[in-house]
């Protein structure tokens, strides 16, 4: 049986109707109620009590109480009894039995652990009176409780059944407390769990809380390592999400609820694989990535022409047809693109007026069925496309934006079902001109960015590289690598909150679409680039200045200068290898193309290049913009 689900309300912009909504549509059980939430609202408890009820919600715990324990007997101490006698009142009418209240901070607070104990024992008496219980947490900033063994001792010296313990990984982890000393709590002490992952920042406590959590996964606390430590205590009450963030309290409602229902069920996948006990899984596993299956374009039926020409420069030939629809293969070295020029199909529309953009991506997986039902219970969306009675049925996910991610397994032979080839043995490229496909940089929102990253990594076996910034002429770029784990299939994610960055720009002028660009491996770059020479205006030129530069910074041979400069080719090197790469922009789509060698160990993607390919680029739309003008 699993454990239920609950998230704060603090956790989402929009008010508690728009909250609530989105907390079901995402599959929650229950949630806490933020005091904020409720004092905000015009609703009397009672109604909203009723209007959680009918979302099929229920009220999991009523928080935060502050500035409770250790007063000094007098006013002050008799004010905070009283004020809880009155939120007992509150979570009553609410139909919640459990309250927060969160380490003191207060300046007139006393230290000494007998004296807190005493305060809860007394409260403990007032709380079984109402027939709610209390469960004290240790804020990693409190003035004398900040870990949850103090936290802990409390509550045991209390030795009140209605006083118990809640346990917040976020407080525990940042103050790098040792999970091992959860191990030993009784299960049923332990009243409440909360759940928030956290960049590791060294920062005021304070400040990180309440502007830096995430959900689970997202950041770099070892929740997984917290969560089996609770586990092992035998555990089995609710899991809840409290997450502090300045990005998700303006983002999308339904985004952000879905993102942390996702998180929360994959981490429970995760620690029970981890606690060696699959058969609690209600997940099949993650889905291993064999390749890119293929990537289909869609483009203008005028254009055809146009683009059989450019990717034949590239080493791509003509392997056939769609049966039924206006779909062409092309082919080499076991890379697949198609190109669609269906008047009626997904992004045809947009297509039509920006040009070339990428409608699906396709993922070789073991067993497709699978992989869908993990995409599923993780919260996907599943897509539905027409086709044919002879066409092969194929899951499809909606991807970011309007890009459909297919998955395909060995059983399902689409070129044999679907197509009519004129051969698959690429036998007319001897030599390839490309190995593989490097990577494929999609971008999007910045508020999105922690969300498809959670999406990849929860529903694959991938794993993510540190968040970079990359700088533009206009404002800075995040940029997010999510790889599998032989780095077959590698995506960067790209986005930024400046409104002329590059990034920005291609979100505006490409509606619906997301990969931007297309990183091509080859094993001789000088070759490719030749073979592009020709097309006026499509490799990106880069300035004498850089090449400059890369000689003072590198000492490259003259010749290598040299041949770098005539094909305008970046380099780049770290301690294991060298990087060759150049861009080529066509005129009729925003996207463009990128063409990589790799030499040797390198494992990066040419960041310190960013910055002039952005220049370069923005050069190149200004002289396009004005040659349209005249």
Known sequence: ?????????????????????????????????????????HLRPEDVRQMVADHGLEIKLFQPFRDFEG??????????????????????????????????????????ISRMADDFAELGEMARNAEVRVGFEALAWGRFIYDHRDAWEVVRRANHPNIGLILDSFHSLVRKIETDSIRNIPPEKIFFVQLADAPVIEMDYLYHSRHFRNMPGEGDLDIACFMQAVQQTGYQGPLSLEIFNDQFRRSDTELVARDGYRALVHLMDEVNRLEDAPEASLLPEKVQIGHLEYIECVIRASDLAYYLEFFEQIGFGYLGRHKTKNVHILGQAGLNLLLNCEPSYLLAEEGREFGLMVSEIAFYVPDASAALKRSMMLGASQAHLQKSDTEVGFP???????????????????????????????SQNETPLLSKIDHIAQTMSYDEMLSWTLFYTTLFEMKKTPLVDVIDPDGIIKSQVVHSLDNGVCLTLNGSDARHTRASDFITTSPGATVQHIAFATDDIFKIAGHLSGL????LPQTANYYEDIQARFGLASEVLERLKAGNILYDEDE???????????????????FVQRIEGYKGFGAANAPFRLAAQRRLARRRNLSKAS
Not at 576 to 594: A, D, I, P, R, V
Request: glycine share 8%.
């Open 1 to 41: 049986m699993r454990q239920k689900t609950s998230i704060a309300t603090v956790c989402l912009s929009g008010d508690l109707e728009e909250k609530l909504a989105a907390i079901q549509r995402a599959g929650f059980d229950g949630i806490e109620i933020f005091e904020q939430d409720f004092i905000g609202s």
């Open 71 to 112: 007063l000094p007997k007098g006013a002050l101490r008799d004010r905070a009894f009283s004020r809880a006698k009155y939120k007992f009142e509150v979570m009553q009418r609410l139909g919640t039995d459990l309250m927060l209240i969160c380490s003191s901070t207060h300046p007139e607070a006393l230290g000494g």
């Open 396 to 426: 499809a996910l909606n991807g970011a934006g309007k890009t459909i991610l297919r998955l395909i397994d060995a059983n399902m032979d689409i070129w044999a079902t679907d197509f009519d080839v004129i051969k698959r043995d690429d």
């Open 536 to 539: 006026d205006g499509a490799v």
């Open 576 to 594: 294991k290898g060298q990087f060759y790469h150049f861009y080529c922009h066509l005129e009729q789509t925003n996207m463009f193309f990128e």
